[in-house]
């Protein structure tokens, strides 16, 4: 690498020539210093595999197109988890105004019940026989 780029050969892309030259024509061992590559897309830019190929532009743009109709799906669901949760909180504080009046009332007629009673003792006399 260094001979083709010079000293800072950091700065530019794994060459598969210059790989290739490293290993020597014609090897099938693993060339250490860029992971277990396949060599032969180091060497020519091909992969090997014939079940891998680069997806074509029909390819990636369909499945550019299923990645924005899941992210518009996935801000829907968003957007009805969102309703449903504001939906629940309005019952909820609903249901919490509707326990408060009913214990507000409760406690007054409970209040109102003593006050009777207290007043129907005072008056009470026992019969006399």
């Known amino acids: 690498m260094e001979d083709v780029y010079g000293p800072n050969f950091s700065e530019y892309p794994d060459d598969p020539a210059v790989w290739a030259r490293v290993i020597g024509e ?10 277990s590559s396949d060599l032969q897309y180091l060497m020519t830019g091909t992969c090997s595999s014939s079940a ?4 074509s532009q029909a390819e990636y743009q369909r499945s ?5 109709v899941m992210q518009t799906r996935m801000v829907d669901l968003e957007a009805k988890v969102q309703e449903e949760r504001n939906l629940l909180v309005s019952r909820f504080e609903e249901e919490r105004d509707l326990l408060a009046t009913r214990l ?3 406690r007054k007629a409970r209040e109102e019940l003593q006050k009777q009673l207290q007043d129907f003792m005072k008056n009470w006399r026992p ?3």
């Open 26 to 35: 014609g090897r099938t061992r693993r060339v250490y210093g860029i992971g």
């Open 52 to 55: 891998w190929s680069a997806p």
């Open 64 to 68: 550019q197109e299923e990645a924005q």
């Open 104 to 106: 507000d009332d409760e």
């Open 127 to 129: 019969p006399s026989n």
